[in-house]
């Protein structure tokens, strides 16, 4: 039973004597000299800032007379402040809401496109078959138009004074044969 209650002291190495000790006097001493250099660091700042501020002859008091006053008009001007307040909200909830009722008013222009596409949907109150039977004469009488036209029409095509002016030499067809075998890659 003896030999349980008793703790071993664990053994230290010569060379680790002189690295640490069993008592905690390093410790203690190098939280010392911390807190000693901290302490100097903080005063030396107190300095410097005491030197930075500068020194003010007039020190300004406020009377009894004005804290009481402001003490007494306090709710006064809290309630002020809540109904300005208040009107400013007011104001832009109502200038917010004029701006949604005027995009809300604003007319649409329509494109032409859209326009045309709507007029093409548009009967003009004529029934399916009666628009159908219209819409047939009238694609009917535009190409009667077209060939009647173009019978009127002399068949010359007309050639630009550009074109006209240039000059080059051979026929088109050797020119066309001898620019598409420069464009062939060799065999």
Not at 10 to 15: L, Y
Not at 46 to 52: G, S, T
Not at 77 to 89: F, S, V
Request: with cysteine; glycine share 2%.
């Amino acid at each position: 039973d003896e030999l349980r209650d008793v703790h071993k002291k664990p053994q230290i190495d010569a060379e680790s004597k002189h690295i640490c000790r069993h008592d905690n006097r390093d410790v203690l001493l190098r939280m010392k000299q911390k807190d000693r250099e901290l302490n100097t660091k903080k005063d030396q700042l107190r300095a410097r800032k005491a030197d930075k501020e500068p020194q003010y002859s007039f020190h300004p008091t406020i009377s009894k007379h004005a804290l009481a006053k402001n003490r007494k008009n306090q709710y006064q001007i809290n309630t002020d402040w809540a109904e300005a307040r208040k009107k400013r909200i007011n104001a832009e909830k109502e200038k917010v809401q004029a701006d949604e009722e005027k995009e809300n008013q604003k007319e649409f222009e329509v494109s032409g496109r859209s326009r045309s596409l709507a007029n093409k949907m548009e009967r003009g109150g004529m029934s399916i078959e009666d628009w159908l039977i219209a819409t047939d004469k009238q694609k009917k009488m535009k190409l009667w138009y077209m060939l009647e036209q173009e019978e009127k029409s002399p068949r010359n095509p007309k050639i630009t004074a550009v074109a006209a002016s240039l000059k080059r030499e051979g026929p088109v067809g050797d020119r066309l044969h001898a620019s598409a075998k420069r464009d062939q890659p060799p065999p």
